[in-house]
């Protein structure tokens, strides 16, 4: 992996020793978002609301001791305007109180830094905003790598593109952003840090612009997973419980359907190194056909919660507003008008019976592996605005979308952490199980972590 950013973690050790400052810490984040390589990251800063509380008194003493977090354009902020990406929300008037999340997050002593760009009402895992810009995978920016291309701007994931870049590049400690089928893990994945999507219902929702109430996520980005454990705790007001235990004691499986199809060379190396690393660390790993993967596209052939749930909450505004909207995104809405009531009842019951079923066929196994996306960050020119490059766009969001939303649909938990190595693009190894299983999957993604670090 590419030498990370500091973390919030050893940024604290470093605030207790009184090595640095949270006003220092400040200054060091608002440089890096005024740089280039947070261009387009930022729909709104409020450096000086984060240099104020970064200097307040108590700061220090609170988990994120004032330090820098980012929060996607989706969450209500008292006294902003929340328009999810889009310009058919920007005069909705100000938010009045803060949304939960972002709540949690102040009282835990976030310093906000400003308001991230994310795809138009979150309803892509690429990463285009065709209103405000797209910001450009950082990783891929940074690392100059012979042959790939990796100097041209490459997507940076969606929806919680912003994010995602906001803390890669160290503008922020902590990404507040929303999972409905992999927006947190795909951003992740493709610029080299932590996503961590937990079950559903550890985080409340409301306060946040809905694409799914079924799927909807609310989590974060991080730079580490001890990191994303911090900030988990904090958003879902839980204590993860901790556990020593050797990579040894757990039992993981590779599951063989479908997740490791059409994956380019890069993630295939990456992937297969990861296992290797893992199994030299003591990992017990089976392979695990679990065929219910294969059912999926069957059970959400009228369209999907996401169609069906996001066109109850736009009917009104697409009824006035429709030529506002990005075109690639009204147009999966739309898909929502046409799906009958008797069709959304029964793919809930389907969801219902294959939630069971694929529980079941895990149950002997403490977490799964699988590739985050089976491919790395695509240049943003192949699938910028523009008719003509709509069949390539949909392409690469089927594929980003394909292993990450399986586990949004099976109420599940699931964290991406970077298994690359210097000199690659961008790649995550993404562990996952069922709901509730949020502490099991982030003790092993902490021993996978270190495994997986290829420098030592």
Avoid at 108 to 136: D, K, L
Avoid at 281 to 289: R, S, T, V, Y
Wanted: glycine residues 8%; proline residues 5%; charged residues 20%.
């Amino acid at each position: 992996m590419h030498a990370p950013v500091e973390d919030l973690h050893s940024t604290r050790q470093r605030l207790a020793r009184r090595e640095t400052s949270s006003v220092a810490e400040a200054e060091k984040t608002i440089a890096k978002a005024s740089s280039d390589a947070c261009t387009q990251v930022f729909l709104r800063t409020t450096f000086d609301a984060l240099r104020t509380v970064a200097a307040g008194t108590d700061a220090v003493h609170r988990p994120l001791a004032g330090l820098s977090v980012s929060v996607k354009d989706l969450f209500d902020v008292a006294g902003q305007t929340t328009s999810a990406g889009s310009q058919v929300l920007s005069d909705t008037p100000v938010a009045v109180k803060d949304c939960p999340a972002v709540a949690r997050l102040r009282a835990a002593g976030a310093g906000f830094i400003g308001r991230t760009h994310m795809v138009e009402f979150a309803f892509s895992g690429v990463g285009i905003n065709p209103h405000y810009g797209t910001p450009a995978a950082w990783d891929a920016q940074a690392n100059q790598i012979a042959g790939n291309n990796a100097t041209q701007p490459r997507i940076p994931g969606g929806s919680s593109s912003g994010a995602a870049v906001s803390v890669a590049t160290g503008a922020a400690f902590i990404g507040l952003g929303s999972d409905t089928g992999g927006s947190i893990r795909i951003p992740a994945a493709l610029n080299g840090i932590v996503g961590f999507k937990s079950t559903a219902r550890l985080v409340p929702t409301h306060g946040a612009i809905p694409l799914s109430t079924t799927l909807d996520t609310v989590c974060a980005l991080t730079r580490s997973t001890r990191d994303a454990i911090v900030a988990h705790e904090i958003l879902a007001q839980r204590r993860v419980v901790r556990s020593l235990s050797p990579l040894s004691a757990y039992r993981l499986a590779v599951v063989s359907t479908t997740f490791l199809d059409g994956m380019d060379g890069t993630v295939t190396r990456a992937f297969e190194r990861s296992l290797q690393r893992l199994r030299k660390a003591g990992a017990q790993i089976d392979e695990l056909p679990l065929p219910e993967i294969n059912e999926l596209s069957a059970i959400q052939s009228t369209g999907g919660f996401s169609a069906a749930e996001s066109y109850a909450w736009h009917k009104t505004l697409l009824a006035t507003h429709s030529k506002a909207y990005d075109p690639r995104v009204s147009a999966r809405i739309e898909r929502g008008a046409r799906m009958l009531a008797h069709e959304y009842i029964a793919l809930t019951h389907a969801r219902q019976n294959w939630i069971t079923r694929t529980e079941a066929a895990l149950q002997s196994y403490d977490a799964i592996l699988s590739p985050t996306v089976p491919i790395t960050a695509p240049p943003i020119a192949q699938v910028a605005p523009g008719a003509e490059r709509d069949e390539a766009f949909f392409a690469v969001n089927a594929l980003l979308l394909r292993n990450t939303s399986a586990i949004n649909m099976l109420d599940g938990c699931a964290i991406s952490i970077p298994c690359h190595q210097p000199g690659e693009l961008p790649v995550g190894l993404m562990l996952w199980h069922g709901a509730l299983r949020d502490d099991a999957v982030l003790n092993i993604a902490l021993q996978a972590e270190s495994a997986l670090h290829w420098g030592e």
